[in-house]
């Protein structure tokens, strides 16, 4: 039957049809990808590796302002995600100002392997995105050490590690894997029949209509409105998804998803990540506004580097 002829009912199935293979394949990828690397991550911190790697680098923190514990949060923010960042914070007792400070550089750097090996998949240079992602988030402690009111009360720099039994261990990094994995599944299929929904009855463009100026002003091609919704809502690994697809069917250039690559490293997962500080007494404004900011200096920084490329070529 000619397409033009379906009716609103078929086309709706057309698009789940044609969603779920693709959707299932992104979603085993990240899987692939996401057990391993937190299973590393459970034997690091099982073994006390991470705290060993924190001391190391705990000087550093101390140039802008931090305690040396610091250095054991932004550690795990690099292999985890926000929850594990939390539960650390909360152990180690860190106050007030300083774990500001950390949230905004964790909400930067959180898991880092796993949203850069997504960003490679869709035109970004793996380096770069990390490069982009640590740098920026010492540019924000470095900014938030000079101007947020009050005295750095720097806490002791013992590291604490909580004595655990391997199997209880394992059994919840077994339970918290099972619920990811589902979450994976689940949001990674919605997302692109949801997609090609939008895209089949042409509504992407009324929704995406009102951000057009304001992508603008963050140097982002139109045609990356969605994706950048999607990141900033759900997070850069679902957005990533989303990317993948676009890139893969040809609808998105890798110059224009290395720009959106550049503000979404910075900025992304602006509802969920952040209300979880939120819960726990950290103010909304500074864990926001920050990141949104330097994902604009990047992404300018970026295309600066693309005119002066096409300049000399």
């Known amino acids: 039957m000619d397409e033009k002829y379906l009716t609103v009912g078929q086309r709706l199935v057309q ?23 937190t299973f590393a ?11 060993v790697i924190a001391g190391w680098i705990a000087p550093l923190f101390k140039l802008i302002g931090l305690s040396g514990q610091a250095s054991i949060v932004l550690i795990t923010s690099f292999f985890t995600n926000i929850y594990s ?19 905004v550089m964790c909400l930067i750097s959180h898991a ?15 380096w770069r995105m990390v490069l982009t992602r640590i740098s920026a988030s010492f540019i924000a ?23 655990k039994s391997f199997l209880p261990a394992l059994i919840n990094w077994l339970t918290d894997m099972s619920v990811t994995t589902v979450k994976i599944i689940v949001l990674v ?27 603008r002003i963050m140097g982002l091609p139109a045609n990356t409105g969605f994706l950048w919704m999607i990141a900033n809502t759900l997070g850069l690994s679902y957005g990533g998804a989303i990317m993948i697809s676009e890139s893969e069917e040809g609808k998105l250039s890798k110059e224009d998803a290395d720009l959106l690559n550049h503000h979404i490293a910075v900025s992304h997962s602006q509802l969920e990540d952040p209300l979880l ?22 992404v300018w920084i970026r ?9 000399r070529a």
Do not use: H
Request: proline share 5%; aromatic share 12%; with cysteine.
């Open 41 to 51: 991550v459970f034997l690091l911190d099982f073994f006390g590796i991470l705290n």
């Open 303 to 311: 295309r600066f580097e693309i005119w002066i490329k096409t300049k």
């Open 141 to 163: 402690a470095w900014g938030l050490n000079l101007f947020l009111p009050g005295e750095m009360d720097v806490a002791n720099d013992n590291f604490i590690r909580e004595t």
């Open 112 to 126: 880092l392997i796993v949203e850069t090996a997504i960003q490679k998949r869709t035109g970004s240079t793996p």
């Open 85 to 103: 960042v939390i539960a650390v914070m909360t152990t180690l007792g860190i106050g007030q100002r300083e774990g500001t400070i950390l949230a």
């Open 277 to 298: 500080f939120v819960a726990v007494g950290y103010p909304i404004f500074i864990l926001i506004w920050p990141r949104v900011l330097l994902a604009i200096v990047f």
């Open 15 to 37: 698009c789940v049809k044609i969603s779920l293979p693709q959707g299932t394949k992104t979603a085993i990828w990240l899987l692939k990808l996401t057990i391993p690397v």
């Open 189 to 215: 299929n919605l997302l692109l029949i949801v997609q090609r929904i939008l895209n089949e009855f042409g509504l992407i463009k009324w929704i995406l209509k009102p951000f057009i100026p304001l992508l």
